[in-house]
């Protein structure tokens, strides 16, 4: 949205931090919150323990080729925005996937087969519920 309104000039790579900052201030003054992104390790934690609220984590994964090849499907087809240079983020998200060191439970999810989204929102609730009590 963002590449949308400035356009794709000089500044598009800065709009990914800017997209993670409004997220982060929303997700301050909401009493729930599911947050999503690519989160990197070393530099996201603080900006998530200043939430001071519980974390669970959802770590997915699958095998590196399988990533590389749904990446470049997304991009040959037109399922990324144009603010993202395919291959250039590739480079440079491949190797900064790991966990994050968050206190709380991590759960970890294999996206290498079809996703039981209801079984992980289930894990997840009772992850939250724990770390909350």
Same mark, same amino acid.
């Given at each position: 949205?963002?590449?949308?309104?400035?356009?794709?000039?000089?500044?598009?790579?800065?709009y990914g931090?800017?997209?993670? $900052?409004?997220?982060?201030?929303?997700?301050?003054?909401?009493?729930?919150?599911?947050?999503?992104?690519?989160?990197?390790?070393?530099?996201?934690?603080?900006?998530?323990?200043?939430? $001071?609220?519980?974390?669970?984590?959802? $770590?997915?994964?699958?095998?590196?080729?399988?990533?590389?090849?749904?990446f470049e499907?997304? /991009?040959?087809?037109?399922?990324? $925005?144009?603010?993202?240079?395919?291959?250039?983020?590739?480079d440079r998200?491949?190797?900064?996937?790991?966990?994050?060191?968050?206190?709380?439970?991590?759960?970890?999810?294999?996206?290498?087969?079809?996703?039981?989204?209801?079984?992980?929102?289930?894990?997840?609730?009772?992850?939250? /519920?724990?770390?909350? /009590?």
């Amino acid at each position: 949205m963002l590449a949308d309104q400035l356009g794709l000039g000089p500044l598009a790579e800065q709009y990914g931090r800017a997209a993670v $900052h409004v997220m982060l201030g929303l997700a301050a003054r909401s009493p729930e919150v599911v947050l999503e992104s690519f989160f990197w390790p070393g530099l996201s934690e603080p900006e998530l323990l200043a939430l $001071h609220r519980p974390l669970v984590q959802v $770590h997915c994964r699958c095998d590196p080729a399988l990533a590389r090849e749904r990446f470049e499907r997304r /991009a040959r087809v037109g399922r990324r $925005h144009a603010v993202h240079n395919a291959m250039d983020d590739w480079d440079r998200f491949s190797d900064g996937g790991g966990l994050l060191d968050l206190p709380g439970p991590l759960i970890a999810v294999d996206t290498s087969t079809a996703l039981d989204v209801a079984g992980v929102a289930r894990e997840v609730v009772a992850a939250l /519920a724990a770390v909350s /009590a």
